[in-house]
């Protein structure tokens, strides 16, 4: 039998807390939005599967705990195994966190795994004392074969959401409308990547491969959602899947009655869909999509590797908010390509969209780098990266040479957040006001524009997830 704790240290500065866990772009968040993280809770419930194994879900970020108390419930529980999972902004302090319980507690196991490490392998290990290192995203299998000493045989098992104490993620994150609510993840990760990646994707060698999870068996999580009493779940493959397997789900959502039960959410590639098919989705429940947006410039999309035209992207938009979809958009800035006249005009259009209501929301982060990605090497090659100071690449600071000053970054985001304050724009979501759920998600979103902007004020670079 082995004592096993999930950790994620509590990491704080001015600006917030560290979304360390699934957050695909890193950064601090003065607000709490806290992303249930699936990888993690597949972990989980592969060893709550097991007889005789004990388990703790230990979310300093979620929990809000100090370092001490944080420390306090590791000393107590004197597991055999710790697992920690980190991204590139979190990695140093991972590092001092684990090489501190090295030397505290003698017998503890410490298993490393993350972007980070799967990138840059040797960066970690030359001054990490973890007793084990697992490359990519499905270090689940791994690491449940060093704590069990046994191959995991099967599919992998309905998430245990107690265990993973679902409700610290439940409540607060704005891609929900209608709570409690929780993630998945249909698979594992993005059926783009396989044949051509996206050049920032920072998931390229976590999840290179895509692992699609059976229609019946995703059905299966969902009826068990339902019966948990979940209202809403956001689906956080890197790209739902589409073509057959989205017609057999949506068809059985549909055929079995659970869209009446539960509604869902989901990443979406512009160009991949028809039209029926957004119909068919939002008959089946799905009342959001995140759009990778990323930039209304062509040569930029060209040279992100997006695969997709400026024109598929407003049809889309169009076609989708003409069905009742609320279309949320992911814009970056800070191209180390583009002229300051360039990245406006994507701020423009993005203004221009929500304030014609094709999308409802957007989240304007900044184009990083980071390491393991096409868009890192690229960045090496041309030698602009200005510093490798991990704990810095957090979106607050430039880490590229940009053709205009960093600051700038800042007012576009601030820019991008600004509309929420136009009378168009509020006049778009009053007039939507049907019931009291919806006036609590407004509420609830307008509360976040309002504590973000304050991170961003305070030292920039936060972005709005939703
Ligand atoms: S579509 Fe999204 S998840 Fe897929 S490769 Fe591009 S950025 Fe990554």
Same mark, same amino acid.
């Given at each position: 039998?082995?004592?096993?704790?999930?950790?994620?240290?509590?990491?704080?500065?001015?600006?917030?807390?560290?979304? *360390?866990?699934?957050?695909?772009?890193?950064?601090?968040?003065?607000?709490?939005?806290?992303?249930?993280?699936?990888?993690?809770?597949?972990?989980?419930?592969?060893?709550?599967?097991?007889?005789?194994? &004990?388990?703790?879900?230990?979310?300093? #970020?979620?929990?809000?705990?100090?370092?001490?108390?944080?420390?306090?419930?590791?000393?107590?529980?004197?597991?055999?195994?710790?697992?920690?999972?980190?991204?590139?902004?979190?990695?140093?302090?991972?590092?001092?966190?684990?090489?501190?319980?090295?030397?505290?507690?003698?017998?503890?196991?410490?298993?490393?795994? =993350?972007?980070?490490?799967?990138?840059?392998?040797?960066?970690?290990?030359?001054?990490?004392?973890?007793?084990?290192?697992?490359?990519?995203?499905?270090?689940?299998?791994?690491?449940?074969?060093?704590?069990?000493?046994?191959?995991?045989?099967?599919?992998?098992?309905?998430?245990?959401?107690?265990?993973?104490?679902?409700?610290?993620?439940?409540?607060?994150?704005?891609? @929900?409308?209608?709570?409690?609510?929780?993630?998945?993840?249909?698979?594992?990760?993005?059926?783009?990547?396989?044949?051509?990646?996206?050049?920032? %994707?920072?998931?390229?060698?976590?999840?290179?491969?895509?692992?699609?999870? &059976?229609?019946?068996?995703?059905?299966?999580?969902? +009826?068990?959602?339902?019966?948990? =009493?979940?209202?809403?779940?956001?689906?956080?493959?890197?790209?739902?899947?589409?073509?057959?397997?989205?017609?057999?789900? %949506?068809?059985?959502?549909?055929?079995?009655?659970?869209?009446?039960?539960?509604?869902?959410?989901?990443?979406?590639? @512009?160009?991949?869909?028809?039209? =029926?098919?957004?119909?068919?989705?939002? &008959? *089946?429940? %799905?009342?959001?999509?995140?759009?990778?947006? +990323?930039?209304?410039?062509?040569?930029?999309?060209?040279?992100?590797?997006?695969?997709?035209? #400026?024109?598929?992207?407003?049809?889309?938009?169009?076609?989708?908010?003409?069905?009742?979809?609320?279309?949320?958009?992911?814009?970056?800035?800070?191209?180390?390509?583009?002229?300051?006249? *360039?990245?406006?005009?994507?701020?423009?259009?993005?203004?221009?969209?929500?304030?014609?209501?094709?999308?409802?929301?957007?989240?304007?982060?900044? @184009?990083?780098?980071?390491?393991?990605?096409? *868009?890192?090497?690229?960045?090496?090659?041309?030698?602009?990266?200005?510093?490798?100071?991990?704990?810095?690449?957090?979106?607050?600071?430039?880490?590229?040479?940009?053709?205009?000053?960093?600051? +700038?970054?800042?007012?576009?985001?601030?820019?991008?957040?600004?509309?929420?304050?136009?009378?168009?724009?509020?006049?778009?979501?009053?007039?939507?006001?049907?019931?009291?759920?919806? @006036?609590?998600?407004?509420?609830?979103?307008?509360?976040?524009?309002?504590?973000?902007?304050?991170?961003?004020?305070?030292?920039? =670079?936060?972005?709005?997830?939703?």
């Amino acid at each position: 039998m082995s004592k096993t704790i999930f950790a994620v240290p509590p990491i704080k500065n001015n600006t917030g807390y560290a979304q *360390a866990t699934q957050n695909r772009q890193a950064q601090y968040f003065k607000d709490d939005t806290f992303i249930y993280p699936v990888v993690p809770a597949y972990f989980a419930s592969m060893l709550m599967a097991e007889q005789g194994q &004990e388990f703790l879900w230990l979310d300093g #970020v979620a929990e809000k705990l100090t370092e001490k108390e944080f420390a306090k419930v590791i000393v107590d529980m004197k597991p055999d195994y710790i697992v920690l999972e980190a991204n590139t902004m979190v990695v140093d302090r991972y590092i001092q966190i684990v090489n501190t319980l090295k030397e505290s507690i003698s017998d503890i196991k410490i298993i490393f795994t =993350g972007e980070h490490y799967t990138a840059m392998p040797e960066d970690v290990e030359s001054r990490c004392n973890a007793d084990h290192y697992i490359k990519g995203g499905k270090w689940y299998n791994e690491a449940f074969k060093i704590v069990t000493g046994k191959d995991w045989v099967g599919d992998l098992p309905i998430i245990n959401r107690d265990i993973t104490r679902w409700w610290l993620y439940a409540y607060k994150n704005g891609n @929900f409308k209608y709570t409690p609510a929780t993630y998945t993840m249909a698979a594992q990760d993005c059926w783009y990547r396989p044949k051509q990646a996206c050049t920032f %994707c920072t998931w390229v060698h976590y999840h290179p491969d895509n692992k699609i999870t &059976e229609v019946e068996l995703f059905l299966l999580e969902v +009826e068990s959602m339902i019966n948990f =009493g979940f209202k809403e779940f956001f689906d956080d493959s890197g790209t739902f899947p589409v073509g057959k397997w989205l017609k057999e789900f %949506c068809e059985k959502m549909i055929s079995r009655g659970y869209n009446e039960h539960i509604v869902w959410g989901c990443n979406m590639r @512009f160009g991949a869909l028809q039209p =029926g098919e957004l119909k068919l989705m939002r &008959e *089946a429940g %799905c009342r959001f999509i995140l759009w990778g947006f +990323e930039s209304s410039n062509q040569r930029t999309l060209d040279k992100l590797s997006k695969g997709y035209k #400026v024109k598929d992207m407003l049809t889309d938009l169009d076609n989708s908010s003409s069905v009742g979809i609320w279309n949320h958009l992911t814009v970056m800035y800070g191209y180390p390509w583009e002229s300051l006249e *360039a990245e406006k005009a994507t701020c423009s259009e993005v203004k221009r969209l929500l304030l014609e209501d094709k999308a409802a929301s957007a989240q304007a982060t900044v @184009f990083m780098p980071y390491p393991g990605t096409k *868009a890192y090497k690229e960045c090496e090659e041309q030698g602009i990266i200005l510093h490798k100071n991990w704990e810095q690449w957090d979106m607050a600071h430039p880490v590229i040479k940009l053709k205009y000053p960093f600051e +700038e970054v800042i007012k576009l985001q601030k820019e991008t957040y600004d509309v929420s304050y136009k009378p168009k724009f509020i006049w778009n979501k009053i007039k939507k006001i049907r019931n009291i759920d919806d @006036f609590r998600f407004y509420f609830r979103l307008s509360k976040k524009v309002v504590d973000r902007f304050g991170t961003i004020l305070n030292k920039p =670079g936060a972005g709005i997830n939703g």
